[in-house]
Nanobody, 124 residues
Framework: VQLVESGGGLVQTGGSLRLSCATS????????IGWFRQAPGKEREGVSCITISDGSTYYKDSVKGRFTISSDNAKNTVYLQMDNVKPDDTAVYYC??????????????????RGQGTLVTVSS
């Protein structure tokens, strides 16, 4: 099983960034996939999740209206479009997958498979 994130980098406040999570080694359609982040000295938090089979999406309150999660099932890839970013969005972002934590429980769960992460830095 592999999950590989890409797309992180330095962006200015108010700017946009798109993260990608390329997956392999499991049946993509059977899973929920989420984006999580952890800033230095802070707890890990769930940012957004998607149930691949029906496309249902879930978001942390502070990113609603700014971030959009989507999937390309043909490519077994999940994206996180980040718009109007803020300095508080600075963190290592990683994607994770599980076939147990569906719905909003995905945001709080510790999913079975996860990637190494990609750093997002928002400058003020």
């Amino acid at each position: 099983v592999q999950l590989v994130e890409s797309g992180g980098g330095l962006v200015q406040t108010g700017g946009s960034l798109r993260l990608s999570c390329a997956t392999s080694g499991f049946t993509f359609d059977d899973y929920a996939i989420g984006w999580f982040r952890q800033a230095p000295g802070k707890e890990r938090e769930g940012v957004s999740c998607i149930t691949i089979s029906d496309g249902s999406t879930y978001y942390k309150d502070s990113v609603k209206g700014r971030f959009t999660i989507s999937s390309d099932n043909a490519k077994n890839t999940v994206y996180l479009q980040m718009d109007n970013v803020k300095p508080d969005d600075t963190a290592v972002y990683y994607c994770a997958a599980d076939n147990y934590f569906f719905g909003r429980s995905c945001l709080a769960g510790y999913l079975e498979f996860r990637g190494q992460g990609t750093l997002v830095t928002v400058s003020s």
